[in-house]
């Protein structure tokens, strides 16, 4: 489509889009939760499902114990009641904020599956426990119990590992890399390019990770040298198949999208439009997909970003306003984007579009088939 030009809106607060063709405590220690063990592959592919489980149930005793006496602290009337209060909750132990790398594992084995827990992370979140549901629903077991033995035995069949090996290329180190993007949109419209700051960024994007988890995976690594091995997570090949019929769920942020058999072949979490700027309602049609969007900002038509008071015209690029693909829906204004901010994907709001990761955005783009895919919103 070099040469071509497309215009179209971006939802109730984001603006048109021109598409252009193209690029345990001190005194027992023995009794504390233990911490997880370092992010090695070895770690992650040979995390084991009753560990988890063991340290899970020790960290949520711990976590009780720790609210239990907070809270006796602030019960407390006298000053000599309180003095000891406050010494028994110092003696125990603070929560670890850590990814584990079972939920690592489990995480790329969903993903893997194409039931999307967002950005790879490692932690226990929202996202995560949608996509469990998600996969017990595409493997035909009962939706509730979270992650339990029944979940991970579905999960394991996938014998494969969750990492892989991969070799930084030139190319990684030399991409067209923007260091420093200002927030501001009349800033960015000077650019020519939104790129990843890095590649960090860049290569967290390409294997659905967290780049703090990355980066926690491979210690010691600068990530500006070419030829370095770096361990990553394998999320496995492409989903494959039409999508013939996509359901937004605005109440639970999550995107369906089934073949003509009514197969579910992705799901993925979703920012879907906000109170003050909803998303919209009842069914339409794509019309097509495109990548590497440019975004049009008109204060008059949408919302008003900062003290912008001017219509805009902001290069495209992963890190733009609607990150690196665009899937334009027949209602004018809307469609289903990408992200320049993949870990808060569900988290926040929107504009009034439907905002996925760019690499869920990507995979979409590409099973759609314009003129046929119908979405419907529902919720």
């Known amino acids: 489509m070099i040469g071509m030009r497309f215009v179209w809106g971006i939802g109730v607060g984001l603006s048109a889009l021109v598409l252009i063709g193209g690029p345990a405590s001190a005194q027992s220690q023995s009794n504390s939760p233990a911490p997880p063990p370092a992010l090695t592959a070895e770690a992650i592919d040979g995390s084991d499902f009753e560990d988890w489980r063991a340290g899970a149930d020790a960290r949520a005793k711990a976590a009780e114990e720790r609210k239990a006496a907070e809270e006796a602290v602030r019960k407390a009337k006298r000053a000599r009641d309180k003095k000891a209060a406050r010494e028994r909750l110092a003696r125990l132990p603070k929560p670890k904020d850590a990814p584990d790398p079972f939920l690592v594992r489990v995480q790329t084995l969903l993903d893997r599956a194409h039931a999307s827990p967002g950005a790879i992370d490692g932690r226990d979140g929202d996202n995560l426990k949608k996509a469990q549901i998600a996969f017990r629903e595409m493997r035909g077991l009962p939706l509730d119990g979270g992650l339990d033995r029944a979940l991970w035995d579905a999960l394991a069949a996938d014998t494969a590992k969750a990492t892989k090996t991969y070799l930084i290329y030139p190319e990684d180190v030399n991409g067209r890399y923007e260091a420093k993007l200002p927030a501001d949109y009349a800033k960015l419209a000077k650019l020519k390019w939104l790129g990843y700051r890095d590649a960090v960024e860049m290569l967290g994007e390409r294997f659905h990770v967290d780049p703090g988890l990355l980066r926690a995976m491979n210690p010691g690594v600068d990530f500006k040298t070419a030829g370095v091995p770096i361990v990553v997570p394998d999320v496995g090949a492409r989903a494959e198949g039409k999508v013939r019929r996509i359901t937004v769920d605005k109440r639970l942020g999550e995107l369906r999208a089934y073949d003509e058999a009514g197969k579910i072949l992705l799901i993925a979490p979703a920012t879907i439009g906000s109170p003050d700027t909803p998303s919209p309602e009842g069914k339409m049609t794509i019309n097509g997909s495109f990548p590497d969007p440019h975004y049009i900002y008109d204060p008059k038509k949408n919302f008003q970003q900062g003290k912008n008071t001017r219509k805009l015209t902001l290069p495209p690029g992963p890190n733009g306003p609607v990150g690196s693909m665009w899937i334009d829906l027949s209602k004018p204004t809307y469609g289903i984007h990408g992200t320049p901010e993949p870990s808060q994907i569900s988290k926040t709001a929107s504009h009034g579009c439907v905002r996925l990761t760019n690499w ?20």
């Open 360 to 379: 869920d955005a990507a995979e979409l783009g590409r099973l759609i088939e314009p003129k046929v895919t119908e979405v419907e919103f529902e919720g």
